[in-house]
C-alpha cells in the first residue's frame, strides 16, 4: 500500500468542518459527502462511507469535550438511541435498494424546511414575544435539569417525545444510508421546536450521533477491509490527514460552542441548512 501527500490539504479543511460540526450539532458529513463526491470526484460508496469515519472520530472527539462540561443529557440520549440504531442498521442494510439519487432529493428538502423553521422561530420579533414567557414557564414547570461543569443550570421540557422518537428513527435510517440526517433532525427538534438550551440540545445530539455512527459504519468498515486493494488505499490516504483534522475540530468547536451568542448561533445555523439544502439540490439537477 502506497501512502501519498496527495490529500494533505484535508487537514485544515477536516479541523474547520469538525469545528463548526461540533459548536452547531450539525453532522459533518454533511460537509464530508458533497466534498469527497463533487470535490474529489469519489465513487459514492467510498465518499459515503469516509464521511462517516470522519464523522465519528470528530464527534467522539467532540462528545469527549461535552461529557467532561457535563452537558449531556443521558436520559434523553437513551430514548433516542432506542430508535435511531435499529433504524441505522436497517438502514445500512438496505442503503442498495433505494436511489441515492432520490434519498439525496428528500433530504435536500428536508434541510430547506428545517432550516426555515429554525429561522422563522428564532426571529427577533418572535424570541422578544415570547422570552419573558418561556422562561417564566421553564422556572416553575419543567421536566429536566442539568447542571453542567461550570455550575450553570439549565431548565428545560423536551416536547412532543413521539415526534422525537420518529425523526431519532428516520435520521437514523438516512445516516446509515447516505450518512446524514440524524443530527439535523434532532437540532429542528429539541432547538427549533421544544427550545432545549443549546448546549445541552447540541451535546446530547452529538452523543447520539457518535453511538449511531458507530453502528452505521460497521459495514462500511468491513467493506472497505474486505475489498482492499485501490479502494482501501484510497480510504486511507483520505483518513491519515483527515482524521487528525475532525479529532482537532472536536475539541475547538464546543468551546467555541460557549462563547458564540445564541440567537446568532442558531441564525447560522438556519441559514447553513438552507445553503447545503440549495446546493445539494443544484448539484442534483446539474447532474
Known amino acids: 500500500m502506497e501512502i501519498t501527500f496527495e490529500y494533505w490539504y484535508l487537514f485544515p479543511v ?35 462511507g469516509t464521511a462517516l469515519i470522519n464523522e465519528l472520530f470528530g464527534f467522539t472527539s467532540g462528545v469527549i469535550a461535552y461529557l467532561k462540561a457535563r452537558l449531556v443529557d443521558f436520559t434523553l440520549a437513551k430514548n433516542l438511541l432506542l430508535f435511531s440504531v435499529p433504524a441505522a442498521i436497517l438502514g445500512s442494510y438496505y442503503a442498495d435498494l433505494v436511489p441515492e439519487i432520490i434519498l439525496k432529493s428528500i433530504f435536500a428538502t428536508g434541510l430547506l424546511f428545517i432550516g426555515y423553521q429554525i429561522y422563522t422561530s428564532w426571529r427577533k420579533e418572535i424570541k422578544e414575544k415570547l422570552e419573558a414567557e418561556h422562561q417564566k414557564e421553564f422556572e416553575e414547570d419543567f421536566e429536566s435539569k442539568l447542571t453542567d461543569s461550570s455550575g450553570k443550570t439549565y431548565k428545560y421540557t423536551v416536547c412532543n417525545k413521539g415526534m422525537g422518537r420518529t425523526f431519532a428513527a428516520v435520521g437514523g435510517a438516512f445516516l446509515g444510508m447516505i450518512s446524514v ?28 450521533v457518535v453511538i449511531t455512527v458507530l453502528v452505521a459504519s460497521v459495514g462500511h468498515f468491513y467493506e472497505f477491509a474486505t475489498e482492499g486493494g485501490a479502494v482501501l488505499e484510497k480510504v486511507v490516504n483520505l483518513v491519515i490527514f483527515s482524521v487528525p483534522g475532525v479529532i482537532l ?39
Do not use: R
Open 181 to 208: 440526517g440524524l443530527a439535523e433532525l434532532q437540532e429542528y427538534h429539541l432547538v427549533a421546536k421544544c427550545k432545549v438550551p443549546t448546549p445541552v440540545a447540541v451535546g446530547t445530539s452529538i452523543f447520539v
Open 249 to 287: 475540530g472536536g475539541q475547538i468547536g464546543p468551546k467555541l460552542q460557549k462563547i458564540l451568542p445564541e440567537d446568532k448561533l442558531k441564525i447560522s445555523i438556519a441559514f447553513l441548512f438552507m445553503a447545503i439544502g440549495v446546493f445539494m439540490l443544484y448539484t442534483l439537477i446539474s447532474q
Open 14 to 48: 477536516s479541523a474547520l468542518i469538525a469545528t463548526i460540526a461540533m459548536s452547531s450539532g450539525i453532522g459533518g458529513a454533511v460537509f464530508f459527502s458533497p466534498l469527497f463526491m463533487l470535490a474529489l470526484q469519489l465513487d459514492a460508496k467510498i465518499a459515503i
